[in-house]
């Protein structure tokens, strides 16, 4: 029996709707294939068994327990890495400074696309799964206070060479710290502090660094009582430390 005219505009229009719905289905699934494959540790990955992680963007927080931080100390640090990572060390005297990270933590997406993922339940598993264990390192890290040295150099020379640091994306150092080296190699408590003090003593360079290809962020703890020592020179001593080491000041942010 020959179809009728409206018969035949009708299947036209179903198969225009089908090729529409095939379209969409196949742009959905082919984006959803190509998104990060993200492990249980946060991390993406090359591959869907998870056995090579993909080059990604690190950031290291140093948290300096030489002495206790103040209360404003604290808040100003934690509120600024909270924000810094959501996206808006322990010492024994003179010991060796040991470079284990207290949370080792990559940071899963904070949000999805509305069309084909649970928003909700990513922003979620973000709080729980990245910024509560980050939160909480933190708050140990800014209140716990460890002996009376404060061997800043030898902490950020390993840092530079750690082999926890991977190579392929962009690397930032967040430290926090009154910035004053204490340590028999070299003092900043101490009349010869400058740098080329410094460069003289020879100290230079049994911690020498490479912070090449790093950002350097700098919560600058201001001590009243040593507020002799936290002068222009100071301020210079380190401006001239990240710069001969390779590395790019990007903030400096004193808090009193």
Same mark, same amino acid.
């Given at each position: 029996?020959?179809?009728?005219?409206?018969?035949?505009?009708?299947?036209?229009?179903?198969?225009?709707?089908?090729?529409?719905?095939? #379209?969409?289905?196949?742009?959905?699934?082919?984006?959803?294939?190509?998104?990060?494959?993200? !492990?249980?540790?946060?991390?993406?990955?090359?591959?869907?068994?998870?056995?090579?992680?993909?080059?990604?963007?690190?950031?290291?927080?140093?948290?300096?327990?030489?002495?206790?931080?103040?209360?404003?100390?604290?808040?100003?640090?934690?509120?600024?890495?909270?924000?810094?990572?959501? !996206?808006?060390?322990?010492?024994?005297?003179?010991?060796?400074?040991?470079?284990?990270?207290?949370?080792?933590?990559?940071?899963?997406?904070?949000?999805?696309?509305?069309?084909?993922?649970?928003?909700?339940?990513?922003?979620?598993?973000?709080?729980?799964?990245?910024?509560?264990?980050?939160?909480?390192?933190?708050?140990?890290?800014?209140?716990?206070?460890?002996?009376?040295?404060?061997?800043?150099?030898?902490?950020?020379?390993?840092?530079?060479?750690?082999?926890?640091?991977?190579?392929? !994306?962009?690397?930032?150092?967040?430290?926090?710290?009154?910035?004053?080296?204490?340590?028999?190699?070299?003092?900043?408590?101490?009349?010869?502090?400058?740098?080329?003090?410094?460069?003289?003593?020879?100290?230079?360079?049994?911690?020498?660094?490479?912070?090449?290809?790093?950002?350097?962020?700098?919560?600058?703890?201001?001590?009243?009582?040593?507020?002799?020592?936290?002068? #222009?020179?100071?301020?210079?001593?380190?401006?001239?430390?990240?710069?001969?080491? !390779?590395?790019?000041?990007?903030?400096?942010?004193?808090?009193?």
């Amino acid at each position: 029996m020959p179809l009728s005219r409206l018969d035949r505009r009708g299947i036209v229009i179903l198969c225009g709707v089908g090729v529409l719905a095939g #379209a969409l289905l196949a742009t959905v699934v082919g984006v959803m294939w190509a998104r990060p494959v993200i !492990g249980s540790d946060n991390c993406v990955y090359r591959d869907r068994r998870l056995l090579a992680r993909a080059p990604a963007d690190q950031t290291v927080i140093l948290v300096d327990q030489s002495e206790a931080l103040t209360e404003t100390h604290r808040r100003f640090a934690l509120s600024f890495i909270t924000d810094y990572v959501a !996206g808006k060390a322990n010492f024994d005297g003179q010991k060796s400074p040991s470079f284990r990270p207290i949370s080792d933590l990559c940071r899963p997406p904070s949000r999805g696309n509305d069309l084909y993922e649970n928003n909700r339940k990513i922003t979620q598993d973000f709080y729980k799964r990245f910024m509560v264990p980050v939160t909480a390192a933190l708050r140990e890290s800014l209140t716990t206070e460890v002996g009376e040295w404060s061997p800043i150099l030898e902490t950020l020379q390993l840092i530079s060479r750690s082999q926890e640091i991977e190579d392929g !994306g962009r690397k930032t150092l967040v430290l926090v710290s009154d910035m004053l080296q204490h340590t028999d190699g070299f003092s900043h408590y101490r009349d010869r502090r400058s740098y080329e003090d410094f460069l003289r003593s020879g100290f230079a360079s049994d911690v020498r660094a490479d912070f090449r290809d790093w950002s350097i962020i700098v919560i600058y703890l201001r001590r009243y009582r040593d507020r002799r020592f936290q002068e #222009a020179a100071h301020l210079e001593f380190w401006q001239r430390y990240f710069h001969d080491s !390779g590395g790019t000041i990007a903030r400096w942010a004193g808090v009193d």
